[in-house]
């Protein structure tokens, strides 16, 4: 909906055009066919309100894979549930190495570096699991409530594909068993995961579920999910770990919390103001939307708007 609130529509339009006339926008991913055959040129950018109010340009309707930014909304429904004693499972440091890295697990003792590098997100999944039963079924329903869109699903086709091409996360999994750390059986653990990062969803859709980022932990419904210093945190941990070894670089660049994934989404947060969601396939070789990042650079930039 284009309403008379919709105060970054000018900005959003100048950026469109922008990046159609910016060559060089990067490679989709490849280790799963559903994410490589995705058109390197697709490009939306949606803007959320806090009031609900979502505008967007390009293809800002088109839903695409949200792999990694689901690790968002996993966190932020397990801390709602378990509070602090999660970070005795997951650290809160930038890795610095790529996302889905084994290295750092053997002298962390399990413990992964951030909720946001693949083996994080496979405790936090884990832990979630083990409090709900059904880990991603309770992420779909969180998105579809926030989103306000009851068509969201999982796509069954990226979730087999993932499970095909599984054996990094499941080394992952299993490594962090060996030192106690994940509670679930691996395959009810992985088929937990895989069909998590698996979900289809817009901008217009991923820009209205991050707004209980934006309302400092309030949910569309005006429910609370998240103390106001819980949302803080999660921010924070955007800020310091969302792009996984480009996290320095992201914000440098953007001077916002953000969270990338895979399928060349990524979620961004101006507390108390808004929340963006931007969408090209092409990715850098850190897994980052390359117009993505390019597009948030220009938004800040253009409107000023940062957490600094
Ligand atoms: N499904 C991807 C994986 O587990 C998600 C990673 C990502 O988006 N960075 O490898």
Redesign the pocket.
Known sequence: TTTSSATFLPVLERIAEEISHTPGHGRPADYIPALASRDPRSFGMAVAEPDGTVYGVGDWREPFSA??ITKVFTLALDLAREGDELWEHVGREPSGNP??SLVQLEYENGIPRNPFI?AGALVVTDRLQTRTGDAAGELLDFLRAESGNPDLDFDTEVAAS?TAHGD??AALAHFMASYGNIDNDIPVLLDQYFRQ?SIAASCADLALATGFLARHGVRADGSRLLSRSQAKQVNAIMLTCGTYDAAGNFAYRVGLPGKS???GGIIAVVPGRCTLCVWSPGLDER?NSVAGVAALDRFTTLTGLSIF
């Open positions: 792999q990694s996302f889905n693949n993932e990094r996360n990062c994934g895979v399928g897994g």
